[in-house]
């Protein structure tokens, strides 16, 4: 984050712009929606309209208490609208 962070003059990210994934050249920034949606796409799916960020988020949660019994690590999945946060401690 650091990276991103102090080289942000270096990639075209103006000033003014307080978006920590800004675009260059402009004071708009990344949406992991659209993203998401474009890769989708391009990839050839044959539904790209089932990939969404809700079952993303879902597919996370599963994966995570998956790693719980498998590894026998703690878990704790936060969310916060569209990010999903995994905190994971050794038991």
Do not use: Y
Request: proline share 2%.
């Amino acid at each position: 984050m650091d990276v991103l962070r102090d080289t942000r003059g270096d990639c075209g990210i103006r000033d003014d712009n307080d978006f920590f994934f800004a675009l260059p050249g402009s004071k708009g920034h990344l949406r992991f929606f659209d993203v998401m949606r474009r890769v989708a796409e391009r990839a050839g799916l044959k539904r790209p309209d089932l990939l969404t960020c809700t079952r993303m988020r879902k597919h996370l949660a599963t994966m995570a208490q998956v790693v719980i019994v498998s590894c026998h690590l703690h878990v704790t999945v936060v969310t916060f609208q569209w990010q999903t946060i995994l905190l994971m401690l050794i038991g």
